[in-house]
């Protein structure tokens, strides 16, 4: 079992900056790809960005210019760097770690959420 402690979300005002990260712990092979997505109220959960295990990435292109992420393998970690916020970016940011098994199972798995609320 893997599990996905976040953290580093809070209240901040429009233009400002925060940043999260997302640390995995427990029976831990190798953790292919790792992301954060998003979920506002009443919509539906959105990918914000991934990145490989290679250190390629996605950003959505509502971030883009804006949001960073980056990981550390040793740590089994993955942060995001969020700059020039705005008040649509608030909502609870999900870490997500896809682990691979030495068995070759592969699973995925979910934080507990952490709230990015910024104030126009």
């Known amino acids: 079992q893997v599990q996905l402690v976040e953290s580093g979300g809070g209240l901040v005002q429009a233009g400002g900056s925060l940043r999260l990260s997302c640390a995995a712990s427990?029976?831990?092979?190798?953790?292919?790809?790792m992301g954060w997505y998003r979920q506002a109220p009443g919509k539906q959960r959105e990918l914000v960005a991934a990145?490989?295990?290679?250190?390629?990435?996605n950003h959505a292109d509502s971030v883009k210019g804006r949001f960073t992420i980056s990981r550390d393998n040793a740590q089994n970690t993955v942060y995001l760097q969020m700059n020039s916020l705005k008040p649509e970016d608030t909502a609870v940011y999900y870490c997500?770690?896809?682990?691979?098994?030495?068995?070759?199972?592969?699973?995925?798995?979910w934080g507990q959420g952490t709230q990015v609320t910024v104030s126009s």
């Open positions: 427990g029976t831990i092979f190798r953790i292919n790809l």
């Open positions: 997500n770690a896809i682990v691979a098994y030495e068995s070759g199972y592969v699973n995925n798995y």
């Open positions: 990145i490989t295990r290679g250190g390629s990435t």
